[in-house]
């Protein structure tokens, strides 16, 4: 049996194995780890669903492969295997890169082709429920993967004129090119430029070169296509967030302690507003959506993601139903999805869809700010630093308050401005009257 490198999201091009459980000569049955395998955003260990013998490793450990690339091989109790031998993929052979532009060697095309493969678990299967893309093959005899075929076929690309760089000369989507904007570039303009004719600009010298990992890689393209696709529009308000502080003081100071001294929970401010939108949600339903081609998605639950700062990027893991959840469950949850994606162990369902989320960069000291929405969300709740504000009092004095600025970002398609003014008035009046979100 060919044990494959499984998908690990539709957006994930290729994984490195960063370790064998297993050597080669070595009995494996269902359950047992054979490697563990290292993307953009995550780590994981992959476990065999077969028993036998590991035969073959062909992509070693610190090497890069494809999705879909056979990385070992699996022989039953006599010793046959379903795949021929191959020469093992060196590391130096597949660049750390996830760029779907780059043409990369593969091994002849065997004799047994087109057997059909096993992908490891259902788990890393990606499907696209709203059409269907089936692996297709080209007249020429060539195989196309799903995903690279939706790719070509949003792109306007005649999938007959590419060469595949997948295993036996598979398309897949690192290998359909990417399609410059429509608009024309202004006279001047460096957008598109190469990496030679931006260097060509400064002294040299004057400058480090830094190589984009793969995340990198994915979050330049990912918000570059939301700007790019998604009409993005603004809305801001300030909060007073004076009695927010003080239930959350008081909820902290009064939490339940074990024999150790150690609190049951620690809310944090930010907790109070992944429940203020959750809950906002909810009384505006029709914000509660995303974009799907042809039609808009609506929701019955709040699923809300919020944006975590990992080194050299970010990732955004999702809280599921917040809306039923108490202020120390989602405390809870989310000190456990940063825990787990600071070290790359979130699972893909974790930090994938959601329909809204939240950027806070309060903590950085900035006061005001728009986020770029993360596709398919279709609002992002930016939260700047809290600050003391005079204000003028309902006499026609002047006190200090405390004071917020929520900046939410709207996609057009989904949201319009009254109803974006909707959902963040509504958002505004939890965060200022904190004891609803208890009720």
Not at 87 to 96: F, G, V
Not at 282 to 292: D, G, I, L, R, Y
């Amino acid at each position: 049996m060919d044990v494959l490198m499984p998908q690990l999201g539709e957006t994930v091009a290729e994984g490195k194995i960063t370790k064998w459980f297993k050597s080669a000569g070595e009995e494996v049955k269902p359950g047992d780890n054979l490697f563990e395998i290292e993307t953009d955003k995550v780590s994981m260990e992959v476990p065999s669903t077969t028993t036998g013998v590991l035969a073959e490793i062909r992509v070693p450990a610190g090497a890069v492969a494809p999705v879909g690339a056979v990385v070992g091989v699996i022989a039953d109790g006599t010793g046959a295997t379903t795949s021929p031998a191959s020469t093992a993929i060196e590391s130096k052979a597949l660049p750390q890169s996830a760029d779907r532009g780059a043409r990369r060697d593969t091994p002849a095309v065997a004799a047994d082709a087109h057997k059909p493969r096993v992908v490891l678990d259902p788990f890393f299967e990606v499907r696209t429920p709203q059409r269907n893309y089936g692996p297709a093959r080209l007249p020429g005899g060539a195989i196309v993967t799903p995903l690279a075929r939706r790719l070509a076929g949003e792109a306007g690309i005649d999938l007959s004129q590419l060469r595949g760089s997948g295993p036996h000369g598979r398309i897949v989507a690192r290998d359909i090119p990417a399609v410059p904007p429509a608009a024309p570039m202004l006279a001047g303009s460096l957008a598109g430029s190469s990496t030679a004719e931006i260097k060509a600009l400064f002294e040299p010298g004057s400058y480090q070169e830094v190589p984009l990992d793969g995340m990198r890689r994915t979050i330049a393209a990912r918000l570059t296509q939301a700007a790019q696709t998604t009409p993005h529009f603004y809305l801001t308000a300030d909060a007073d967030i004076g009695r927010l502080i003080a239930l959350h003081e008081d909820a902290n100071n009064g939490a339940p302690k074990d024999r150790d001294g150690n609190a049951a929970f620690k809310l944090s401010v930010n907790d109070f507003i992944v429940r203020a939108l959750a809950l906002g949600l909810q009384k505006v339903p029709a914000a509660n959506a995303v974009w799907a081609g042809d039609r808009i998605l609506r929701f019955a639950h709040s699923d809300i993601g919020v944006a975590v700062t990992l080194e050299g990027g970010l990732i955004t893991p999702v809280i599921r139903h917040a809306e039923t959840k108490s202020l120390s469950m989602i405390s809870a949850e989310m000190r456990d999805l940063v825990t787990r994606a600071r070290a790359k162990k979130l699972k893909p369902a974790e930090y994938q869809g959601g329909a809204a989320a939240i950027s806070n960069l309060g903590m950085h000291g900035v006061r005001e700010f728009s986020a770029i929405i993360n596709p398919p969300h279709a609002t992002m709740l930016a939260v700047g630093a809290a600050r003391r504000q005079a204000i003028e009092t309902g006499n026609g004095g002047v006190a200090f308050a405390s004071m917020l600025s929520l900046t939410l970002s709207c996609d057009h398609r989904v949201v319009d401005g009254a109803l974006g003014a909707e959902l963040l008035a509504m958002v505004k009046r939890l965060i200022e009257s904190p004891v609803t979100m208890l009720v």
